[in-house]
């Protein structure tokens, strides 16, 4: 039974490029949410998919979006990258058969901008 | 939002001590509170939950409690081993959307051998 898995693990860009980051979720979880985890510091909330929407929002800007497919795998995009977008990014599933149900986080992609 | 705040920020215990770890949240309708455990480059770690209908749970050696009213929760671990060393994350679901969860800042427990 496949745990979350994330691809790539490492990536470096320049400032103003567009990265593509991806994440298939835990086997029976419809859940996607992306998380942000600068260093040294917790992850913070990106946004959250479900049913191939988006249906939570943290406090990023809208350069940063996201995509979700029928088969539950998703998408974070982020165009015009900054240098303070460095950091370690996240993918969590869970299953929506109700609130509150755990999230299992995938092994991160850590993105470079110099 | 909700907003949680951690305390330690850094533990150092000896082996075989017991650490705990203290959190509150700002939320009144949150009923969920996860712990997750993170090692140095690796993912974080579920490593216990606990719901708002009870006000403490074990796992062989850890535990978690709930206070409610005062809207707290703690992770503590007994007879600490070196492998428990880590950064530790304690998270409370966001009230909206599908509860999202926000994390405090972490606390990185060292476990002097």
């Known amino acids: 039974d496949a745990g979350v898995t994330q691809s790539p693990t490492h990536l470096i860009k320049t400032r103003g490029q567009q990265v593509t980051l991806r994440c298939s979720p835990k086997?029976?979880?419809?859940?996607v949410s992306w998380y942000q985890q600068a260093l040294g510091q917790g992850p913070q909330f990106i946004f959250q998919?479900?049913?191939?929407?988006?249906?939570q929002r943290g406090n990023f800007p809208d350069r940063f979006s996201g995509h979700q497919f029928p088969n539950y795998s998703s998408e974070l995009n982020v165009n015009a990258l900054l240098l303070g977008d460095s950091a370690l990014y996240l993918c969590a599933s869970s299953s929506g058969t109700g609130a509150n149900q755990p999230q299992h986080f995938g092994d991160g992609t850590r993105l470079s901008i110099l | 939002g909700e907003n949680v705040e951690q305390h330690p920020s850094t533990l150092s215990v000896q082996e075989g001590d017991s650490a705990v770890i203290k959190c509150t949240y700002s939320?009144?309708?949150?009923?969920?509170f996860p712990w997750y455990k993170q090692e140095l480059g690796k993912r974080p770690q579920l490593i216990i939950d606990i719901r708002s209908n009870v006000g403490e749970k074990k796992d062989q050696r850890i535990a978690v409690t709930l206070n409610k009213t005062a809207k707290h929760f703690s992770l503590h671990i007994t007879e600490t081993q070196p492998e428990d060393s880590a950064v530790y994350f304690c998270a409370a679901p966001q009230r909206t959307g599908r509860r999202a969860l926000t994390f405090g800042s972490g606390t990185r427990l060292q476990v002097q051998p």
């Open positions: 998919y479900y049913e191939e929407e988006e249906r």
């Open positions: 939320d009144s309708a949150s009923n969920y």
């Open positions: 086997s029976g979880h419809d859940t």
